[in-house]
């Protein structure tokens, strides 16, 4: 089983709805979890950053993290055309390197 | 500005043959990385440095090595290019240990 696990998708909605990105983890070090955000042939970009258990509130993004369960969630309110895009999930333990996910393809239909 | 950028940013090249791609960054970051991306496998650790003459095997650091001779260059080696190295590849540094890592614009590489 790889550490983190994340649906690739695609995932198509119209825009304006409710979207819910998520991933699972095996190692219980984890203590720190990142979104990044990767557009079409650029680079991955931080989008959200969490420590350990909670939610986190970014404007119309919002982080959250369950270590009970190991799940990690990004939900995206009122999605935009521009929110189209992978999205990774980056879990990492204490001085250690991230580890992404396989990334989530999102497409936000006008 | 400060920046992280890499060069080429498209290379095709024949298997066997030793390929060199750059990274610099300006942000005078200590922690860089390298990383592959393919379809179906995601961002995958290959190296990655936390200070000048400090290397680390990643994920998968066969066929591939770095050293560092100062604070703004990691350049990745491949030592006999193989075509299942054909990827994009991925530079990124951060200040810290949990800092934003900051991504640089990738390069192409094709081993025929």
């Known amino acids: 089983q790889k550490e983190v696990e994340q649906d690739p998708g695609p995932l198509s909605v119209p825009e304006g709805a409710i979207v819910s990105l998520n991933c699972t983890y095996s190692n219980s070090a984890f203590q720190y979890f990142m979104w990044y955000r990767q557009y079409s042939r650029k680079g991955p970009e931080l989008l959200m950053y969490?420590?350990?258990?909670g939610n986190k509130e970014d404007g119309r993004f919002t982080a959250q993290v369950d270590k009970s369960s190991k799940y990690i969630s990004l939900f995206i309110r009122d999605s935009q055309p521009s929110d189209s895009a992978t999205y990774l999930c980056?879990?990492?333990?204490?001085?250690?390197?991230?580890?992404f996910g396989k990334g989530t393809r999102l497409s936000v239909i006008a | 500005d400060a920046e992280i950028t890499q060069s080429p940013r498209h290379k095709i090249t024949e298997t066997g043959r030793q390929v060199t791609l750059a990274c610099h960054q300006t942000?005078?970051?200590?922690?860089m990385f390298w990383y592959r991306q393919d379809l179906g496998h995601g961002l995958r650790l290959i190296h990655y440095?936390?200070?000048?003459?400090?290397?680390n095997k990643g994920e998968v650091s066969d066929g591939y090595s770095v050293s560092r001779s100062n604070t703004e260059d990691l350049p990745l080696t491949l030592e006999s290019a193989a075509s299942s190295q054909t990827s994009v590849y991925f530079c990124?540094?951060?200040?810290?240990?949990?800092?934003?890592?900051?991504f640089g614009p990738g390069t192409r590489l094709t081993v025929l």
């Open positions: 980056a879990p990492r333990a204490r001085n250690t390197p991230l580890v």
């Open positions: 969490t420590y350990s258990s």
């Open positions: 942000w005078n970051h200590n922690n």
């Open positions: 990124a540094s951060s200040k810290g240990y949990t800092d934003t890592q900051y």
């Open positions: 440095s936390y200070g000048v003459q400090d290397t």
